[in-house]
């Protein structure tokens, strides 16, 4: 008997679409099933100003298939620089949905990212003041702090203490990997989301490290102990509406993952929906799976649902390509390491 199950359109609240070459072959993997997503602006250099994420939107319209329905919302590049009237004037024209803020030297492309943040005060203040979400990567990266413990550390000692000093700044707490994000999300108010990757939802560090380390599982925040993965999944699946499907999927090509200092990123465009309705039925929360997916995000974004509907039926395992050609170079599709057996229907 074939099973379906209609979900409003999804969107990606966190994605990373790069440039040129690269955003032309992967921009189709998210416009074929997402209705929007947040973009990051790590670029080389940066989108920083309202005038760079215009041209970025610009070059993602023209990149986009004959016919989508799809609709980029662009983010700013948080810096010591960043002036405050040019983020709330991208903001009120509707250029600009978020502001994105990477602690200096946290992840991939962070390097103009913030050190000191008492330079940045103003902006969040200003953010405050007109209900624009800030997205936060968090993670401590002070070195001698241990990788597997950097959000934790970073919620401790820089985000409850911003959010402390900046009363009714919106935040949105990015791909959470730790138990201790989750309770630090449900401990607030509504003035706090959280976005869960699709791969943190189905890997721990095992999956990176036994048995030969595997690139193509390594990604920031790197994922941890089983314990947080199974709180991701309760998060995900509980239908509490401050979490939300962000995939983070961020695609490198092969060369640069499969490498001695091997860059970060799970790309799970082409696949996310097909896996994350295995992990929702797995948890006996497929009736969750629309909240996640396509419902408690825009809530939070204070932006309607889509009015579009997406099919997804049961039936025998679904073949992905292994990778993507990308005019960059190829770049392989998340392997969950099980098989998957709910489709999107075309
Ligand atoms: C992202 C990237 O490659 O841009 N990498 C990742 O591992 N998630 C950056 C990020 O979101 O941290
Ligand atoms: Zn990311």
Not at 10 to 21: E, F, N, S, T
Not at 109 to 129: C, I, P, Q, W, Y
Request: overall charge negative; glycine content about 8%; proline content about 7%.
């Amino acid at each position: 008997m074939t099973q379906s199950l209609i979900l409003r359109r999804p969107d990606d609240w966190h994605l990373h679409l790069r440039d040129g070459a690269m955003l032309a072959g992967v921009l189709p993997e998210t416009a074929r099933h997402f209705g929007r997503a947040i973009v990051m602006p790590n670029l080389v250099p940066p989108v920083v100003t309202g005038a760079d994420a215009a041209a970025y939107r610009g070059r993602i319209m023209a990149a986009l298939p004959e016919g989508a329905d799809f609709t980029p919302l662009m983010t700013l590049y948080l810096t010591e620089q960043t002036d405050p009237n040019d983020v709330a004037a991208a903001h009120a024209s509707g250029l600009v949905t978020a502001v994105k803020l990477y602690p200096a030297g946290a992840t991939t492309n962070s390097a103009s990212g913030v050190t000191d943040f008492d330079k940045v005060r103003g902006v969040l203040e200003k953010m405050a003041e007109i209900g624009m979400p800030l997205c936060v990567h968090g993670e401590d990266t002070d070195p001698a702090v241990d990788i597997f413990d950097r959000e934790a550390v970073f919620i401790d000692r820089v985000l409850d203490p911003i959010r402390r000093a900046t009363p009714g700044l919106r935040v949105v707490m990015e791909h959470i990997t730790t138990a201790d994000g989750v309770a630090y999300v449900q401990a607030n108010d509504a003035d706090l989301g959280a976005t869960i990757t699709t791969h943190h939802l189905i890997i721990n560090r095992n999956h990176i490290l036994v048995g030969g380390i595997k690139p193509h599982y390594y990604c920031l925040p790197v994922a941890k102990r089983e314990s947080h993965r199974q709180a991701l999944v309760q998060a995900a699946t509980s239908g509490d509406a401050r979490f939300f499907l962000g995939t983070d999927s961020a695609p490198h090509i092969d060369p640069l993952k499969e490498n001695a200092c091997g860059c970060a990123g799970c790309f799970t465009a082409t696949n996310t929906l097909s896996c994350l309705a295995e992990v929702f039925e797995t948890a006996g929360a497929l009736d969750k799976l629309e909240a996640f997916t396509s419902l408690n995000g825009p809530a939070f974004y204070r932006l309607p649902p889509n009015e579009a509907t997406l099919t997804l039926t049961k039936g025998a395992p679904v073949a992905y390509p292994a990778k993507i050609q990308t005019g960059a170079g190829p770049v392989t599709v998340f392997d969950p390491g099980f098989p998957l057996h709910w489709q999107v229907e075309a």
